[in-house]
């Protein structure tokens, strides 16, 4: 069988030292390349024992195009500048490009819809976790049976992310959003501070914590007048993002060129 090759971008942080990992670990899958930003302590180092792995004889580069020709996928949590970088790359040379960046404007996400429309195969998710794509189900049927419940989505993430709410936060109220039939940009409260006045009805609220190491702890409330219900997900490891990142990979050789979702990689679209 042929093994499914894989370049890794950001191979210098943590989620990418954690996609090196699951790849490495996965049969079906090989690590051809190893990318990180011009400048980075990585470059030249092996992407192996970055990762805490025995070396692996793939190196950390900073040239993207020297690496596309012989790859067919690329997994990439980096910045979004970077991720619409790789997404017009992987276009022209039909790859495969697995999207966990977060923090991306509507230029951005307009810019990676028409690299799927151009050729490459996007899977882009807030979060690869199975457990939080099932969870966004649970939080839409909620919010659509519940319509008169506030809902509040409370986040924390540790203290060296940059963007915030974080986009698992806003892939839950986009979830809930759509139970409501509401758009959600014109909907969410990001800040509350001073003398805001009573809670306008339909509204979503985003409360945003950083601190320590915490890898991701989500919470959904639904808060009605003689009851609360509180949907949780709470990350213990990085791992099941990039196992995540993999499975996705690998569903998508066997797609078209467009933009999907992780919940299309888990059949919940269906």
């Not at 692996?56 to 980096?78: E, K, Y």
């Not at 939080?132 to 519940?146: G, N």
Request: charged share 20%; aromatic share 2%; proline share 2%.
């Amino acid at each position: 069988m042929t093994r499914l090759r894989i370049i890794v971008a950001g191979a210098g942080g943590r989620m990418g030292q954690a996609n090196i990992a699951a790849i490495a670990a996965h049969d079906d899958v090989e690590l051809v390349g190893a990318l990180d930003r011009a400048g980075s302590a990585s470059i030249g180092k092996d992407a192996g024992s970055l990762a805490g792995l025995e070396p692996l004889g793939v190196t950390v580069s900073d040239d993207a195009g020297a690496l596309f020709d012989n790859a067919d996928a690329i997994i990439d949590f980096t910045a979004p500048t970077a991720s619409v970088a790789l997404a017009e790359l992987a276009a022209k040379k039909g790859l495969i490009h697995i999207i966990g960046t977060t923090g991306c404007s509507e230029a951005d996400d307009a810019a990676i819809a028409a690299a799927a429309v151009a050729g490459a195969r996007i899977v882009k998710s807030g979060n690869f976790s199975p457990g939080m794509v099932a969870l966004t189900v649970l939080v839409e049927k909620a919010a659509r049976a519940l319509g008169d419940y506030d809902v509040e989505v409370l986040e924390m993430h540790h203290n060296k992310k940059v963007d915030a709410p974080s986009g698992t936060a806003l892939m839950l109220g986009e979830a809930a959003a759509r139970g409501r039939n509401i758009n959600l940009k014109d909907h969410s409260v990001r800040v509350r501070d001073g003398h805001t006045g009573p809670r306008e009805a339909d509204t979503i609220g985003f409360a945003t914590l950083r601190g320590g190491n915490v890898i991701g702890d989500h919470m959904v409330i639904l808060a009605g007048q003689s009851e609360r219900i509180e949907l949780n997900h709470r990350a213990q490891d990085r791992t099941i993002y990039a196992n995540g990142a993999v499975k996705a990979a690998l569903w998508a050789a066997g797609q078209k060129p467009g933009l999907y979702s992780m919940a299309d990689v888990l059949g919940l679209n269906d």
